[in-house]
């Protein structure tokens, strides 16, 4: 556990990257995490990681947005006209 804590802390590994890195094929050999070849096989499955996670594209999304909607020529419909009399706005098109 001190030798985890430390690689994670020294080389900035995550959890993931060193749970990877122990139970692959590569670390079958090695019984120690102070083994000189056991932090290069931990950072290559850090690189790992940080790709899968770059991978991942953030969306930005806005609260309460308001959807307009298009508008082709002064065609109106049934709804539009109803909604514009009740509240006075109606004018004459003819």
């Known amino acids: 556990m001190i030798a985890a ?3 994670m802390k020294d080389h900035k590994i995550s959890e993931q990257a060193l749970v990877r890195a122990i139970s692959s094929k590569e670390f079958d050999s090695i019984f120690s995490l102070n083994h000189p070849k056991a932090i290069a096989i931990i950072k290559k499955y850090q690189l790992i990681e940080n790709q ?3 991978k991942n594209q953030e969306i930005e999304h806005k609260k309460n947005a308001k959807h307009r909607t298009k508008k082709f020529g002064k065609k109106k419909n049934i709804f539009k006209r109803l909604k514009d009399i009740e509240d006075g706005e109606e004018k004459e098109d003819h």
């Open 52 to 54: 899968k996670s770059s």
């Open 5 to 7: 804590n430390k690689i």
